[in-house]
């Protein structure tokens, strides 16, 4: 029973860089994580301090047809309720980036995006996901947490008397990062996907995030 468990923990590997083109490794057999570490321009960070400062819901869910390489995403009103901040445009530009560069990188025809503000933790329990490849950034507030392979006993995800305690093996995003996390449905990553969660944000604090699904 250890043999398949220590392959597994050899194999498995997570990247980090400071240029998109650090995302491309997350095609490589045995990288379940690449994380873009960028400094988001300050207008976008501005926009994003003041939609979680105005405490007002925001919770958009869409699915988005990208037949063709060149096709831009449909995010016409996307956030539509915020759209005199200043800002707004250019944080527009980077969700639609991020969309055609997430599904040029995976040949997505489909995607799935999320958009929404939190006071609390979403998913507080470490856990997997069960989907391909999910394409998460944090535009305000504090990142999500992850941890490296062999420190939390998969058989144990959800159990809260098995996570792990101790700050200095909890890894986070940083503001701004944009990391894409292979999940439990990606073919050869069966029984690897990132163990990651949410954070509980401090009280009176929110924060802004994207999510991006390969839905076909």
């Known amino acids: 029973m ?13 990247v980090q860089g400071d240029t998109p083109g650090i995302l491309t490794q997350i095609l490589d057999e045995g990288t379940n994580l690449a994380v873009w570490q960028r400094q988001l321009p300050a207008h976008i960070g501005d926009f994003a301090a003041l939609v979680v ?26 956030a539509a309720g915020f759209s005199d901040l200043h800002g ?28 929404r503000t939190l006071d609390k933790a979403m ?3 470490f856990h997997v996901d069960h989907v391909p490849v999910r394409l998460l950034t944090t535009y305000a507030g504090v990142g999500s947490q992850w941890l490296e392979e062999g420190v939390m006993d998969r058989r144990r ?19 701004g ?14 029984g690897a996907g990132l163990i ?21």
């Open 2 to 14: 250890l043999a398949p468990n220590l392959k597994r923990t050899l194999r498995t590997r997570q």
């Open 53 to 78: 400062a105005l405490d007002q819901p925001l919770a958009e869910s869409r699915v988005l047809d990208l037949p063709e390489e060149d096709t831009q995403p449909a995010l016409h009103g996307l």
């Open 88 to 115: 707004y445009e250019g944080f527009i530009a980077d969700v639609s980036w991020l969309v055609s560069a997430f599904a040029c990188l995976l040949g997505a025809q489909r995607v799935g995006l999320r958009l």
């Open 123 to 125: 998913c507080p329990r």
């Open 157 to 175: 995800l959800a159990q809260p008397e098995a996570e792990p305690v101790d700050p200095q093996i909890i890894q986070q995003f940083g503001c």
């Open 177 to 190: 990062d944009v990391g894409l996390l292979k999940g439990e449905k990606w073919h050869g990553n069966e």
């Open 196 to 216: 990651h969660r949410s954070p509980e944000p401090a009280p009176g604090e929110r924060r802004l995030i994207l999510t991006l699904d390969w839905l076909a």
